[in-house]
């Protein structure tokens, strides 16, 4: 099976703010499913300094080929400089589910 679809993830700084950023990508049909993990920690640099901050993850699934307008898409809403954002292709699944995943993404 090839890797039609992906999961897009991120993190922001509040659980307000997730539930944002997964309504908003849900309502412009660039994803056909969020879910919001947290809180969780997380450690990282910044600015030249270890920082530890409680964030929220945001899952979202789409079609590959909606993936670039949904990294836009959270560009564009995120409150971070520079968000986390990460597609990764998912390798595998139920095929209903995915083509359910496609028919809500266009």
Known sequence: MSADHVVVASTI??????????????????????QIVGPITSVFRWEGAV??????????????????????LLKARHSYDVPEIIVTPIEGGGAEYLEWVTLETR
């Open 13 to 34: 700084d509040s659980e307000d703010a997730a539930r944002a950023l997964a309504s908003a990508a849900i309502e412009a049909r660039v994803a056909a499913c969020a």
């Open 51 to 72: 920082q530890t901050e409680t964030e929220w993850r945001v899952e979202c699934k789409t079609a590959r080929d909606r993936a670039a307008a949904l990294v836009d």
